[in-house]
């Protein structure tokens, strides 16, 4: 075995550690990431104790929060708080369902045009193509097209955003394929597919996790934007983008039909971002190593 050979095994075996160690050091992944489990379990297990989100009382409608509705009730008499954590399972679900689709689509994009030069330029010119138009502007003429339904939304939000992976992940892939033992593999004779799966796809996937969070949060605000559009799920299945699109209405007197979801889509969107940006910290040995020296810089000298 070769001294490079070892030394890549050696700092292969010492990246979990430092990313560990760079993990726990990290107050603002562990902080947003347990607001974000906790913000989870409550959509997932909350609607078994709470009433019926579509049960409609009109002799009770708008009422402010109390306690017998903690919340208070919207122009149907339906309790909020069923509906904004109902709406939150369904909100917080699509998104994670478009997010998966559109990441692996792009990331096999990615991986296909990264490796096989013959193909990057056609692939790459179609995904420049591709993000050239406005993300919410082409899921609306996609939405109306195909007509608005859950399904049609999964599939346009996947098609305006597996660009975007294509490009992160072929970025990505063009600097691993430029390294010595990848070389090294391809003179060895090793099957391209082979060195694809065995040696470029495992330095790919740490990037790929990031980019999965921070398309989690653009993936909320564009279905907030459909749902609220009435070209996402329809009523009354409740969404937080679609109880905004409710409460419009009765913005002077009853401002918390618009509060509560605008607030619960924001806090969202705000604990992916903070979760993304600390998980490149610590998964990408660059972006690290230039955070840490950015910290030296402004670290002020010790008074004499």
């Not at 990615?110 to 030069?117: A, I, P, Q």
């Not at 660009?163 to 992940?169: K, W």
């Not at 398309?215 to 934007?225: N, Q």
């Not at 990408?284 to 010790?302: I, V, Y």
Request: charged share 15%; aromatic share 6%; glycine share 8%.
């Amino acid at each position: 075995m070769t001294t490079e050979a070892v030394a890549g095994r050696v700092g292969a075996a010492g990246r979990p550690s430092a990313a560990s160690r760079a993990w726990r050091r990290n107050p603002v992944l562990i902080t947003a990431t347990t607001l974000l489990v906790l913000i989870v379990l409550a959509v997932v297990l909350l609607p078994v104790f709470l009433p019926d989100a579509n049960a409609t009382d009109p002799v009770h409608r708008l009422l402010p929060p109390s306690a017998d509705h903690l919340l208070g009730t919207d122009s149907y008499g339906r309790d909020v708080l069923s509906r904004l954590v109902s709406g939150g399972r369904a909100s917080l679900g699509l998104s994670a369902l478009i997010t998966l689709c559109a990441a692996f689509t792009g990331m096999v994009i990615g991986l296909v045009s990264g490796f096989y030069r013959t193909v990057d330029a056609v692939v790459m010119r179609i995904m420049d193509a591709w993000m050239s138009f406005p993300a919410i502007i082409l899921a609306m003429a996609l939405a109306i097209g195909l007509g608005a339904s859950i399904w049609t939304e999964l599939i346009a939000l996947t098609v305006i955003f597996t660009p975007f992976t294509a490009r992160v992940i072929r970025s990505r892939v063009l600097s691993v394929a430029a390294r010595q033992y990848i070389g090294a593999a391809r003179v060895s004779g090793m099957r391209p597919a082979k060195i694809l799966f065995v040696h470029v796809l495992p330095n790919v996937l740490p990037l790929a996790l990031v980019q999965v969070v921070i398309l989690s949060a653009s993936a909320m605000l564009v279905d907030g934007a459909m749902s609220f559009l009435g070209l996402g799920i329809a009523p009354p299945t409740p969404t937080w983008g679609n109880m905004i699109a409710e409460g419009r209405s009765y913005l002077t007197q009853a401002p918390w039909l618009i509060v509560l979801p605008g607030a619960a889509i924001m806090l969202c969107v705000l604990l992916l971002n903070l979760i993304g940006s600390s998980m490149r910290n610590v998964v990408d040995a660059r972006a690290r190593s230039m955070s840490e020296l950015q910290k030296l810089r402004t670290r002020r000298p010790a008074p004499r």
